[in-house]
């Protein structure tokens, strides 16, 4: 089993020009330019929260765009991309909304992938989120939805990206989300594996919303230690992966709610980081992931998983093709079908996206 003949769509990159627009890691990448450092020995000033989660920060300090992506991408027959918000800054109620104007005006689609879809940033808890919501439409019509940074983690040694638990409980981001709901807009949930619980209260009072899991949920440390405590030894890696499983079965349960089998190559997972010049093999990539990926499709099915490289993030752990084979190797070892493969990496993501078929060949 293979993806020759299909028209892949990648439902999860990032773009980023972090020297010429604003994101959260700008003034990182700006510093990096002038300091008299080789960029791993410069790195070790960082936090160790930090660098647990970029692995390698090279990704971080420069541009990443189309051409980019297209040669990372090029063992994989790629036709479009979905765009997912990457931290961008900026003071106005609105600025998030750049960011879905400039991807839109990025160079995809002559000798690169098309640009499918954009799942731009915002934050329903925030004021004047559904004039964020109008101004993002406006800036483009391939705006699909919406993601909050809201992963939180109880170990103060991982990083997190909101300042607390329960941010999709709290009545103010419930009251902005029946924006979403009205819109007919998606949602894109990434949390850390303990909050998958919140996701499913979610999925549970807006059935009418499609929701999107992020990376199967995050499930941070289950591959090795990180952070102060997290993921230390195999039986606390275990009760990880039970727990994992169990919400996952239950989030499940929710037919607005898909799955991507994403980002299971961030260094955040506690993957080793290989030395530079060299990557995580697929059989390596399967001795980790096959038990989180057998039981997404146990519970999900092929109708409800997305595949995404979540690029380039995941880079300093494996490559794009490998991510996807690790994939295609899981549902050939179960009998998929070729209709199951094009579900996951094509269909699926053209019907959550709204993706114009002409894009793909």
């Known amino acids: 089993m293979n993806l020759a ?41 960082a936090p160790k929260r ?12 420069h541009p990443y765009l189309p051409a980019d992506y297209r040669a990372d991408a090029e063992a994989v027959p790629v036709e479009a991309i979905v765009h997912i918000e990457v931290e961008w800054a ?13 991807v839109a005006s990025l160079p995809f689609g002559v000798d690169t992938p098309a640009l499918g879809a954009i799942v731009g940033g915002g934050d329903p808890a925030a004021p004047g989120f559904a004039a964020l919501v ?17 992963a939180h983690h109880p170990d103060s040694g991982v990083r997190s990206f909101c300042k607390g638990e329960g941010a999709l409980s709290e009545r103010s981001f ?29 999925a549970s009072r807006y059935p009418e919303v499609t929701i999107v899991l992020n990376h199967l949920g995050t499930p941070a440390g289950i591959f090795g230690p990180i952070g102060k405590d997290t993921g230390t030894h195999p039986g606390r ?44 093999t697929v059989a390596e990539l399967l ?8 039981h997404a499709f146990d519970v999900f099915g092929a109708q409800r998983l997305i595949w995404g490289s979540n690029y380039p993030v995941d880079k300093p752990i494996t490559t794009v093709a490998n991510s996807a084979q ?35 060949a």
Not at 25 to 39: D, G, H, I, W
Not at 239 to 256: C, Q, S, Y
Not at 287 to 294: N, V
């Open 5 to 45: 003949g299909i028209s892949v769509v990648d439902a999860h990159i990032h773009q980023w020009d972090p020297l010429t627009t604003p994101r959260d890691f700008s003034t990182l990448a700006k510093m990096f330019r002038f300091v008299p450092l080789p960029v791993d020995k410069a790195s070790r000033l």
């Open 50 to 61: 930090d660098r647990d989660f970029v692995g390698v920060p090279d990704a971080y300090l």
């Open 90 to 102: 900026g003071r106005a109620p609105d600025a998030k909304a750049d960011e879905t104007r400039w």
């Open 134 to 150: 109008d101004a993002h439409q406006s800036a483009s019509p391939l705006f699909r939805g919406i993601r909050t940074m809201v």
């Open 174 to 202: 419930l009251d902005g989300f029946a924006v979403l709901a009205e819109r007919g807009l998606s949602f894109e949930a990434w949390v850390y594996s303990h909050q998958i619980p919140e996701v499913t209260a979610l």
């Open 237 to 280: 890696r275990r009760e990880l992966f039970v727990r994992w499983r169990d919400d996952i079965a239950t989030l499940a349960t929710h037919p607005n709610v898909v799955a991507k089998v994403s980002g299971l190559g961030m260094p955040i997972l506690g993957h080793p980081v290989p030395m530079r010049g060299s990557t995580t």
């Open 287 to 294: 001795d980790r992931t096959a038990p989180l990926l057998h």
């Open 326 to 360: 690790a994939v295609v190797d899981v549902l050939a070892d179960r009998g998929g079908s070729a209709e199951e493969l094009e579900q996951v990496f094509r269909t699926n993501a053209q019907r959550v996206y709204g993706i114009d078929a002409d894009l793909l």
